[in-house]
């Protein structure tokens, strides 16, 4: 019966897909030697181990939407779901590696875009939780099914700079805003006022008074 072990070795973002993408590369081994696996049909369920970084004061201040003030930390860091992905391995025997892919959004209302976004440098601790069915050959070659245990998983820290460039790549210079409808239309009409051609414009003209209110 198979025994799989799982290693994520390392993450590149996948280009020319039409939402942004990156790959995990996979390592699969079976401690059976010279077993057949048919395939591998495998869900991860992958999460943000958050407390298992430092956080410099910058990066405090960029994630206070997300965490609060740093004094809170204490309370409100804590390890998060990101994402759901799920690949089948094609046959192989003892190793094989796979692409793991992992569509991303750049929506800041979802927290994992904040808190990637929020990081200048160094890496993210990632866990991977593994489930699925494996399809392998017995002593005779006849097909057999077996699940893979909850107990499997496997840690990987993925470098800032990865999902940063995966961003520039597919959003170049740019980041989405979302708007609730009635305050899209009240700055949409300020805009055709005005004869503001771009929206950058339309908020740049705000801005000043935004900032003169706020320091009174």
Known sequence: MPD?????????????TAAPTLLFKLRIANATAKETIHSVALRCQI????TRRQYTADD?????????EAERWSQTLKTM????????????????????PVHC?????????????????????????????????DEDGAL????????KEARFRLP???WHEMMDIYYPN???????????????????ERGIPTWEQALESMLPVLEETAKR
């Open 4 to 16: 799989l072990s799982f290693q994520v070795e390392k993450a590149e973002p996948q280009r020319f």
């Open 144 to 151: 057999q099914v077996a699940p893979i245990p909850w107990d």
């Open 60 to 68: 405090q201040n960029q994630l206070r939407d997300l965490f609060g």
């Open 174 to 192: 740019s980041a989405w805003l979302c708007l609730r409808r009635d305050v899209f239309e009240r700055v949409y009409q300020y805009k055709v």
């Open 105 to 137: 959004t750049f929506d800041f209302n979802v927290a994992a875009t904040k808190y990637f976004h929020g990081l200048a440098d160094g890496d993210v601790p990632l866990n991977f939780l593994f489930s699925g069915t494996v399809f392998y050959a």
């Open 160 to 162: 800032v700079k990865a």
């Open 81 to 100: 779901l990101w994402t759901h992905a799920s690949v089948v391995a094609p046959a192989f025997q003892d190793t094989a590696v796979v692409d793991v």
């Open 47 to 50: 999460q943000l181990e958050v």
